[in-house]
């Protein structure tokens, strides 16, 4: 079981921007798919984006692609999520888990605590 730990999360006010990291421990995940999924207040949890073993090959949902940027270092087990132009619709709590294939948004892994995000208007 790998453990997930999010970080990076914050008050920020609408244009501005963040980067969220997750840090893997436990098992390397240099082999696996990961993705970022959100939360809104009153919501179902949501896929944001998702990022292959490799890096080589990622996915975004149609309300953050060409905003935000999923990338990975493997060296360090971590996945970040660079948010720009945020909006005060991206605030929600932020998860990472890993997932079978960048195109298949179904967390694999416990979630982990997450990470709040929060866009002023």
């Known amino acids: 079981q790998v453990e997930l730990v999010e970080s990076g999360g914050g008050l920020v006010q609408t244009g501005g921007s963040l980067r969220l990291s997750c840090a893997a421990s436990g098992r390397t995940i240099s082999n696996y798919a990961m993705a970022w999924f959100r939360q809104a207040p009153g919501k179902e949890r949501e896929f944001v984006a998702g990022i292959s073993g490799s890096g080589f090959s990622t996915r975004y949902s149609a309300s953050v692609k060409g905003r935000f940027t999923i990338s990975r270092d493997n060296a360090k087990n971590t996945v970040y999520l660079q948010m720009n132009s945020l909006k005060p619709e991206d605030t929600a709590v932020y998860y990472c888990?890993?997932?079978?294939?960048?195109?298949?948004?179904?967390?694999?892994?416990?979630w982990g605590q997450g990470t709040l995000v929060t866009v002023s208007s």
């Open positions: 888990n890993r997932v079978p294939n960048v195109g298949i948004p179904q967390a694999l892994n416990a």
